[in-house]
């Protein structure tokens, strides 16, 4: 039947509540099992081969030596990985960061892997590849690698999106623009313009549980995959594509994962265990060490933005303009299209024009991280919005809502907005304690706003209810902050039964159709949604098995609190059915009562967020500190709000990382000088402060209960944030992510002289 | 490699194991004693993922040798509930949604362990300090404050 | 690869002055298990010091402390003595990593590791610490200050082996002081570190300075020129200034991941101020 996503305005009884996390006791207790906690029976032990090298061509490997060690099952290198691509880029992309072809990209790209049966025997046998590379040279500044005498990664690159079409290869993949009404025209109109040019550094996830599978081919063209992921439908297609596999004889199961945040939506060594297993006949157990999750898997891109900005003396902006370059890594992609986008998404603004670059450059590969790309486009127009309000002599907040995007909003990158909440995220900062409350000494307080799109997809759940009433629900999308909890609660709500009698499970790939993956914050939004409709469906059932029990005509049967009622006076006597009361009966009534829903969900609510923090800047040793934080964002309905809150902390917190500390720092001689947690410096517990939330619900209309995406916009404000902040605590524009102690003292240095 | 016998007390257990040289007290736990409990998401002691306690200090387990457990006495995630009967550590890091991923859960519970053992009612910034080697990426580390906070009090019988 | 656990000295020294080329003495393992982790390394022979009788003891003696090799540095901060006596020492060595570390590191081990930014390597310079050396030969004594030659060289021969620290009884209205800058709160490597103990005459004025620097040259500097900006100052403005272009004058530190070469020697000068304010508040409490 058809499913009507419409929101509707109810009074909720379990959505909304706080209960306990079904997967809880299992996490506290050591239970849970992730990538790296399945075994399977003559299970081999896999490690990978990676370049030294930031570019080199591979002239040659000799794995003679290394397939005589005692113990060594399997070596693959990428003459065992065909390339099946058929003239798909993106796949092709893929296959070759897998395992390099004909030349490494970058320091850590893997070009041969050795399954064995044990650790030492890999370790020995690693050591005896040979490896022919003639070095070549390599770029890995954005900007460098835009220069005309810059290296060409690859000579198949022609900048498309240009007129005319360049007849020479480069670094710049692609030119993409948005944009509206006549910018020269608007800043002519400006009173006041401010130009800027921002850079901000490569960031990892930094999830904590490394890339780890376990892969398993069988003779038959049959196999199994056990693997942390955000999407293990994904990763099944594209194993299957890249390794000739049928679809369907590959199942993929998703353990717990350890965190993703973008990271696990990107097969990068699940196809070489694939590979080694078929190769040696046996399981093959492949576990990323944290140097190889640094230098190998996907990190966001490193950028360098010029954004210029106009507005009238009374605080209305004129004009906006970004140019945006994002690397990509080695392969072209579309990250800058992403941050031209989001740039100036919270504005309304008549004139507007944003133009992204894609650049290739011999860094990883890059994966999505938590809304990708938008940080950083904020960063640089919320940095520069700060600096006109100020140059008007306005509050930022004050100017931020005078322009402020609102319903009927035509956006920046094209679509005209439906409710959203940019607007009182504002309003609720200019009216939060935090606002006005006394700074301390060398303290500032910085404030910004983010966006992000939120997506729905192809989503698939089934929902089956047991003979006791109590009911299981299988969804597709991997559990990364608590979905599980949330669907449970849905299907309470629904079907009106207590958040106790629900299980959610995550089904593999050959117990469910297609799912999408967890990504674009489409977790909750979009399997809520099938899930809704699932349970409608049941309810239909449930009716029908009513009309039976009670031998009525199905017309007069109505559901009502978790009943089936009889309608009419005719029927009014009988006691309402509970769902426990007809499934109990469900054998003699015609069999298993389950809710299935197939869909697209559409209409994913965009997200806004306003952030405010305070700062505390060292002046002798350039040391910032974040004292207070607070994060206001627009959830649409908060399905179970400690989950939401624990979004916004986890996101916010990410973002000071990258704001502060987090980057990737290259050699000379290109290869990564930081790749583990000690020169990685994410935020630890004595680093920040209490994080607080306060959650906006704006439904969004595309939904039955008003559910928009929540796990995304709370890393975009941050950066740009804690740059405002630092400006107000030494009266410093700081232009370069992160603001690290030496960055610091150097620009108060230099403003000294 | 010639394997070394080693004999040792594991949650409360005696426990006897061979292992390599070189090998990890993390990877004996995970590999050979099926403890898969204590997680890898370093091997450099920098996460604290892997944090056991070894004679009543928590360490990280990837930055002990197997063969060291000799005589000594080790506890780890699996041994802290009783049973059925939560820790209140654990009880409280459900309540307050003090995990979301749950990868760093086990390191983070060992750790407020041995915090609330040497220190029953530690400040906010003790507490932050204490577990600054336990790398959370997705909370902000704000629930799991509270979360060790609450479970002291309960535990020095100031709440129910 | 073999693992020892001798029960004496003088079996350790055999075990190391017998080795093949690759020996490792293990104590808290908190930096030799993590370059185990590399690929490129490798070991024959790792001797655990830690069943050797007295090695995981502090005592006090009417010379002052004597620190055994494997002696965890949580467990410094446990002995109230050693804290009263060498405060700046055992917050040095409490900043060595995290909890975990600090449950198995040893101030022995992160001297003989040999990184130019050891925490507590500076502390015990500045406190005119020595190390016992037990070897083949029989035992002796050196300053701190002489056990490392470079980054990650020490002067040890072969098979020998550090028993302990010794540090002095401290004079009165002595006390020392240890700061290091991070980029973080906890968790990092110290970019720069300053180390001063000073002690005050009769009349409040400074009489005696050490002043130690790490993480600014390839191993620990003693300062002289930094630690006259002390002595017969009553720690003023002048004082402070004169030790703080000092420090920063005697640094010689490199470009890396950590730091610059100018943020180094700006910031060297600065908590080389910060800690002789803390020392000289400290030692007119003693």
């Known amino acids: 039947m058809s499913f009507d996503a419409t929101f509707q305005n109810k009074r909720f009884n379990s959505v909304g509540t706080r209960p306990l996390r079904p997967d809880g006791i299992d996490k506290v207790t050591g239970r849970a099992r992730y990538g790296a906690d399945f075994n399977m029976p003559g299970q081999l032990v896999a490690r990978v081969l990676r370049s030294p090298h930031a570019h080199a061509r591979i002239k040659g490997i000799d794995t003679s030596k290394a397939e005589a060690v005692k113990g060594v099952k399997a070596i693959v290198t990428a003459a065992d990985m065909p390339d099946l691509t058929d003239g798909d880029e993106a796949l092709f992309a893929i296959l070759d960061n897998c395992m390099a072809r004909e030349k490494a990209m970058y320091d850590g790209h893997a070009v041969a892997a050795v399954a064995a049966i044990d650790e030492s025997s890999a370790k020995a046998a690693l050591k005896l590849i040979k490896v022919d590379y003639e070095v070549l040279p390599h770029v890995v500044d954005v900007d460098a690698a835009m220069m005309a005498d810059a290296p060409v990664l690859n000579d198949t690159i022609f900048t498309q999106g240009v007129e005319p079409a360049p007849s020479k290869p480069s670094n710049v993949a692609n030119r993409s623009e948005f944009g509206h009404g006549d910018v020269d025209a608007g800043f002519a109109k400006a009173d006041i313009i401010v130009e800027r040019s921002y850079k901000t550094e490569q960031a990892h996830q930094g999830y904590i549980e490394p890339h780890a599978c376990v892969a398993s081919c069988n003779a038959d063209g049959t196999a199994d995959l056990w693997v942390c992921t955000q999407g293990h439908f994904v990763y099944r297609q594209n194993c299957a594509d890249l390794l000739g596999l049928e679809a369907s004889k590959l199942r993929v199961t998703s353990s717990e994962i350890g965190g993703g945040f973008g990271g696990k939506t990107h097969v990068w060594a699940e196809p070489v265990a694939l590979a080694l297993s078929r190769k040696a006949g046996r399981p093959v157990k492949l576990i990323m060490s944290r140097e190889e999750v640094f230098r190998a898997s996907g990190p966001t891109s490193a950028t360098s933005i010029d954004v210029k900005i106009g507005a009238t003396k009374d605080g209305k902006i004129t004009a906006a303009e970004a140019t945006l370059r994002y690397t990509s890594g080695p392969y072209p992609d579309m990250w800058a299209e992403l941050g031209a986008m989001t740039a100036f998404a919270p504005y309304d603004l008549e004139n507007v024009k944003t133009v992204g670059f894609e650049v290739v450059v011999n860094r990883p590969k890059v994966a999505a991280y938590r809304a990708p790309s938008a940080p950083m486009a904020a960063f640089a127009a919320e940095s520069a919005v700060d600096e006109l309000a100020k140059e008007i002599g306005m509050d930022p907040v004050d100017f931020r809502i005078a322009n402020v995007a609102k319903e009927g909003t035509r956006s920046s990158y094209g679509p005209v907005y439906g409710p959203i909440g940019i607007g009182p995220t504002l309003d609720a900062a200019k009216a939060h304690p935090h606002m006005s409350a006394p700074l301390g000494p060398n303290q500032g307080r910085g404030m910004a706003c983010g966006f992000w799109f939120n997506f729905g997809g192809q989503t698939c759940t089934d929902l089956n209810i047991s003979a006791d009433g109590t009911v299981t629900i299988a969804v597709g999308t991997v559990d990364v902050g608590g979905s599980r909890a949330s669907l449970s609660l849905i299907v309470a709500e629904e079907l009106g039964i207590e958040y106790s009698d629900v299980k959610a499970v995550i089904a593999d790939t050959s117990t469910l159709g297609y799912n999408d993956m967890t990504d674009g914050s489409r977790g909750t939004f979009s399997t809520s949604m099938a899930t809704i409709s699932a349970a409608r469906n049941a309810i239909e059932v449930m009716r029908q098995r009513a009309a039976i029990m009670w031998d009525i005509p199905l017309e007069h049967i109505y559901w009502e609190d978790g009943h089936a009622k009889a309608a009419g006076s005719k029927h009014g006597n009988r006691a309402p059915l509970s769902v426990k009361d007809i499934a109990a009966e469900a054998g003699n009534t015609g069999g298993p009562i389950a809710g299935h829903s197939e869909l697209v969900a559409d209409g994913a609510g965009v997200s806004f967020a306003t952030h405010i923090c305070d700062i505390e800047v060292d002046s002798e040793t350039g040391s910032s500190r974040v004292v207070r934080y607070t994060v206001i964002q627009d959830a649409g309905k908060a399905v179970h709000p400690a989950y939401v809150e624990g979004q916004y902390q986890g996101g916010a917190a990410q973002g000071i990382g990258w704001a502060l500390n987090e980057e990737y720092i290259y050699g000379d001689d290109g290869r990564l000088q930081n790749p583990g947690f000690l020169d990685y410096r994410i935020p630890v517990c004595s680093d920040l402060p209490m994080i607080d939330t306060q959650i906006l619900e704006i439904p969004n209309p595309n939904h039955p209960y008003g559910v928009r995406g929540v796990g995304e916009t709370s890393i975009v404000p941050p950066l740009a944030a804690i740059a405002n902040a630092v400006s107000n605590a030494v009266g410093l524009r700081m232009s370069h992510i992160p603001l690290s102690p030496p960055r610091i003292l150097a620009a108060l240095n230099a403003a000294k002289t | 490699m010639p394997a070394i016998a080693v004999s040792t007390t594991i949650n409360d257990d005696t426990v006897e194991f061979l292992c390599q040289p070189d090998e990890t007290l993390l990877d004996v736990l995970r590999n050979r004693l099926g403890l898969m409990g204590a997680k890898e998401g370093c091997g450099t002691g920098d996460c604290g993922a892997c944090s056991a306690i070894v004679d009543g200090r928590v360490v990280c387990s990837c930055l002990v040798l197997g063969a060291e457990a000799e005589g000594r006495t080790i506890e780890t995630i699996e041994g802290m509930a009783n049973g059925n009967e939560l820790h209140p550590l654990q009880r409280k890091f459900i309540e307050h949604a003090a995990l979301q991923c749950g990868i760093c859960t086990p390191g983070f519970l060992m750790a407020a362990k041995a915090l609330l053992e040497v220190n029953p009612d530690p400040t906010e910034t003790e507490i932050r300090f204490w577990l600054a080697g336990n790398l959370c990426r997705c909370t902000g580390y704000d629930k799991i404050v509270r979360a060790v906070q609450d479970a002291a009090a309960e535990m020095r019988g100031e709440t129910a | ?286």
């Open chain 3, 1 to 286: 690869m073999r693992y020892e656990r001798p029960q004496t000295i003088e079996d350790a020294t055999a075990l190391m002055a017998g080795a093949e080329a690759n020996a490792f003495v293990l104590a808290g393992g908190t930096d030799l298990l993590v370059r185990m982790q590399s690929d490129a390394f490798e070991a024959d022979l790792i001797v655990d010091i830690k069943a050797i009788s007295g090695f995981d003891a502090i005592t006090q003696t009417e010379d002052g402390f004597v620190i055994g090799a494997a002696v965890p540095s949580a467990a410094l901060s446990e002995d109230a003595a050693l804290v009263a006596a060498w405060p700046g020492v055992v917050e040095a060595a409490n900043l060595i990593g995290s909890t975990q570390i600090q449950g198995r590191c040893t101030i022995v081990g992160n001297l003989c590791n040999a990184s130019p930014a050891a925490d507590s390597v500076p502390a015990l310079v500045a406190a005119d610490a020595r190390a016992q050396i037990a070897g083949p030969a029989g035992t002796r004594e050196v300053a701190i200050a002489d056990v490392p030659t470079g980054p990650g060289k020490v002067s040890l021969s072969k098979g020998e082996i550090i028993e302990a620290v010794l540090l002095p009884k401290p004079e009165p209205r002595t006390a020392d002081a240890y700061l290091r800058f991070i980029p973080r709160t906890e968790m990092d490597i110290a970019v720069v570190g300053a180390a001063v103990n000073l002690s005050l005459g009769d009349d409040g004025t400074i009489s005696a300075a050490r002043v130690a620097l790490g993480a600014v040259a390839p191993k620990v500097l003693l300062v002289e020129e930094a630690a006259e900006a002390l002595i017969g100052s009553n720690l003023d403005e002048a004082a402070l200034e004169a030790l703080a272009v000092a420090c920063s004058n005697a640094s010689n530190p490199i470009d890396d991941k950590r730091g610059t070469v100018e943020y180094r020697k700006e910031v060297a000068g600065v908590l080389a101020r910060r800690a002789a304010q803390t020392a000289y508040a400290r030692a007119g409490e003693n």
